[in-house]
């Protein structure tokens, strides 16, 4: 299994709305990413996870927050987004933080799709 | 930091042509490449990698050869058909001021006319 699965697939939501996206993978990966994506531009770092503690944050708004309940699962719980928000939300995994070599490659789900309105 | 450049722009080209995406990348270390590609709606998936100096990745008919001594990993197809019409990223990992993090081009959108 060399899935990273995301749900829901599309979402919308309203300003004022909390929800959260969610992501799994059971190929054992101790490293997990959460990406924004806009139109016709390369995928943007938010957060990495690392053994299931927060790792890297890219001064992300606060309104964006991530939870690692287990080594398998990542959230990004969403509250009081904004517009400009809108935007594919793409979740990753890799065996390690900062491996090397064969081992680094990274596995992409295929993405929440979030409009806000 | 880390940087990979892509060439500017969409390519369009015909079935059964030639394809090549250039990239370049500036890194110390030993990075490894990647090419991402992108179908519409879609998530990312991994196309093909290279991990070493010299190696050739590659995987439904493209291909891309790390060169160290040109910093470049060019995307290579030999004939492409309607289905390859996506958008393809070059990226890299594992420089050493990279923060580990995967560096992405810009992405280049390839739309093959029947």
Sequence with gaps: ?117 | GDSVTQMEGPVTLSEEAFLTINCTYTATGYPSLFWYVQYPGEGLQLLLKATKADDKGSNKGFEATYRKETTSFHLEKGSVQVSDSAVYFCALTGGFYGNNRLAFGKGNQVVVIP
């Design chain 1, 1 to 117: 299994d060399t899935e990273v699965t995301q749900t829901p697939k599309h979402l919308v939501m309203g300003m004022t709305n909390k929800k959260s996206l969610k992501c799994e993978q059971h190929m054992g990966h101790r490293a997990m990413y959460w990406y924004k994506q806009k139109a016709k531009k390369p995928p943007e770092l938010m957060f990495v996870y690392s053994y299931e503690k927060l790792s890297i944050n890219e001064s992300v708004p606060s309104r964006f927050s991530p939870e690692c309940p287990n080594s398998s699962l990542l959230n990004l719980h969403l509250h009081a987004l904004q517009p400009e928000d809108s935007a594919l939300y793409l979740c990753a995994s890799s065996q390690e933080e900062g491996i090397q070599g064969a081992e680094s490659e990274a596995f992409f789900g295929q993405g929440t799709r979030l409009t806000v309105v």
